[in-house]
């Protein structure tokens, strides 16, 4: 039989890098595109002697172009942590609008299967504890935040437009707080942050009063859900995080243990429209995809730990 062909954007990624060592697995034909904003050759450079991976340098909000057949297209390019977005507010815009429209057009051509990448920022700062994929969410527009979470909202919307109206097969996964190996060390997320500091033996930086609370899932048990979740035959939007939650100043404590560093907590202020609160319900994750996390936090964070060690100077 032949290879499974699929398409992966933002595939030098954190996320996209492990969706394509996933795919190879799997015994797929990986394709990945990304023009390299964000992420970083070293995290695919391991598969470039392989038959069955090719790399595109490509901007996805421009035409896309991809010659044969494709099976599956999974849209992960996109600016993701807030300092990311916050840098390039308009390449976010463009990404998650007209880089969404090519990759849908490109669907519709090949007869391809796509799925989005989209996130719990399309709750906002939620009203509804914990988030269930039916609350509609409470996000500013016009926010700082407004240029990455509103790019994801019309991406769901876009996508959803092409599965009902031109009959395309898609898929929209709501990613939650995701770490692991191949993260940024400089990505400003609160993860790498902590760990940065810690190893370098700085204070860690809480925003805010630290009470804030965030739900961190293990890369592994990410991609194990949007696998089940491409191919199940559900086209409506599916929760994928892990449950565990606990406060900004909690996780700080448990980054200096784990790393057994002497730094301090220190204070800094809060973000504009950071949320408040934050975990998903996965109730439908669990009974459509038989799917629930199985890394505890402690378990994602050894081998994080070490591949952070390797990257602090
Ligand atoms: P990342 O920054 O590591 O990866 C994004 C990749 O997309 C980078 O390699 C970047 O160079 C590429 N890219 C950006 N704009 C592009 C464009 N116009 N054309 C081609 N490539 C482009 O971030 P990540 O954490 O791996 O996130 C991947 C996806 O998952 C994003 O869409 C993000 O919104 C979504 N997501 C991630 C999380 C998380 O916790 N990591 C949570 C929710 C949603
Ligand atoms: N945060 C923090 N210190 C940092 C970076 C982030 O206290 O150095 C906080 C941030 O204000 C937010 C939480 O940690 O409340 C998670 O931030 P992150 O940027 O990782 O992701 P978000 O969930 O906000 O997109």
Known sequence: ??????LITGGAGFLGSHLCDRFLKEGCHVIAMDNL???SLDNIQHLFHREDFEFYNHDVSKFVHVPGDLDYIMHFASPASPIDYL??????LKVGSLGTHNLLGLAKAKGARM??????????DPLVHPQTEDYWGNVNPVGPRGVYDEAKRFQEAMTMGYHTFHGVETRIVRIFNTYGPRMRL???????AFIGQALRGEDLTAFGDGSQTRSFCYVDDLVEG????LLSDCADPVNIGNPDEITINQFAEEI???TGSKSKIIYKPLPTDDPKQRQPNI?????LLGWSPQFSRSEGLKPTLEYFKDKVK
């Open 1 to 6: 039989m032949a290879k499974k062909r699929v």
């Open 37 to 39: 904003i964000t992420g």
């Open 87 to 92: 840098k390039m507010p308009i390449q976010t």
């Open 115 to 124: 799925l989005i990448a989209s996130t719990s920022e399309v709750y906002g």
């Open 186 to 192: 400089d990505d400003g997320r609160v993860l790498p």
């Open 226 to 229: 949007i696998y089940r979740l």
């Open 256 to 258: 200096l243990k784990l």
């Open 283 to 287: 109730t439908k994750a669990k009974e």
